[in-house]
């Protein structure tokens, strides 16, 4: 059974920084495309952000400039790199294929307050 491991969540400041880290085991992250998903309670979950196989990027309009994803094939690891966090960014944040294929690990949190 494939386990996603997120991590990196925390309580921040508006305006503050975040790196969260993906993980899988009884899985290759090197050969499928990743994204990041955040869902607040309110909200239907939604893709944040994309990376290829490649390494080309996509991103949701509300965090382009301000998120960036990376993934180090070597270490089959997925970043995402959050700067200038807003309180509307608090969410849990989970990791995936892109589309989602794999079960849903238990996300990390991400809370944006001051």
């Known amino acids: 059974q494939v386990q996603l491991v997120e991590s990196g969540g925390g309580l921040v400041q508006p305006g503050g920084s975040l790196r969260l880290s993906c993980a899988a085991s009884?899985?290759?992250?090197?050969?499928?495309?990743m994204g990041w998903y955040r869902q607040a309670p309110e909200k239907q979950r939604e893709l944040v952000a994309g990376i290829s196989i490649a390494r080309s990027t996509k991103y949701a309009d509300y965090v382009k400039g301000r998120f960036t994803i990376s993934r180090d094939n070597n270490k089959t690891t997925v970043y995402l790199q959050m700067n200038s966090l807003e309180p509307e960014d608090t969410a849990v944040y989970y990791c995936?294929?892109?589309?989602?294929?794999?079960?849903w690990g238990q996300g990390t949190l991400v809370t944006v307050s001051s």
């Open positions: 995936n294929t892109d589309p989602a294929r794999l079960p």
């Open positions: 009884g899985s290759n992250f090197r050969f499928y495309a």
